[in-house]
């Protein structure tokens, strides 16, 4: 977790967690979840997703955060930032995404820098676009915020 202006911003690579092998230890890390989410309520995360050319990967990535985001209760938004596709990347985020933005072709550092600008929350969670959330991301996330 970095500090950047009185926001904190978490990097999807920074948030690892071992996974937990049986389906008993399963149903008490769900638990745990919760119950982490509980302390954390008053959060506002801020999902920033750059990508270019993920028509195939965006909308799995885009529906493992919106369940997230219901299933948890976590006060969150999700901004993608399309890096110039030449596919229907764009399109396909606009399903699901609350902030859509265009851009020429730029580096993937300019496409998170936009996503970050116009985050509205206190939170910033990087994600690429091939990515899908799990619950251990998210309580990793909340533990170490």
């Known amino acids: ?7 904190a911003v978490i990097a999807y690579g920074l948030c690892w ?3 937990i092998g049986s389906a008993q230890g399963t ?3 769900r638990v745990n979840i919760i119950q982490g ?12 997703i750059p990508a270019y050319n993920e028509s195939q990967f965006i909308e799995a990535c885009l529906l493992s955060i ?22 229907n990347t764009a399109a396909l985020a606009q399903k699901y995404a609350d ?3 265009s851009i020429s072709r730029n580096t993937v550092s300019c496409a998170r820098n936009l996503g970050a600008k116009k985050a509205n ?10 990515v899908e959330l799990t619950d251990r ?3 990793c996330l909340m533990a170490h915020y």
């Open 66 to 87: 919106r369940s997230r985001i219901e299933r948890l209760g976590i006060k969150g938004e999700i901004i993608v930032v399309d890096n110039g596709s030449s596919d």
């Open 37 to 48: 989410l509980e302390r954390n309520m008053s959060v506002k995360i801020s999902f920033v």
């Open 1 to 7: 977790m970095f500090l950047v202006n009185s926001i």
């Open 137 to 139: 991301w998210m309580a």
């Open 121 to 130: 929350n206190e939170l910033l969670a990087f994600v690429d676009g091939d």
């Open 17 to 19: 967690c071992f996974g």
């Open 99 to 101: 902030q859509v933005y």
């Open 27 to 29: 149903s008490l890390f």
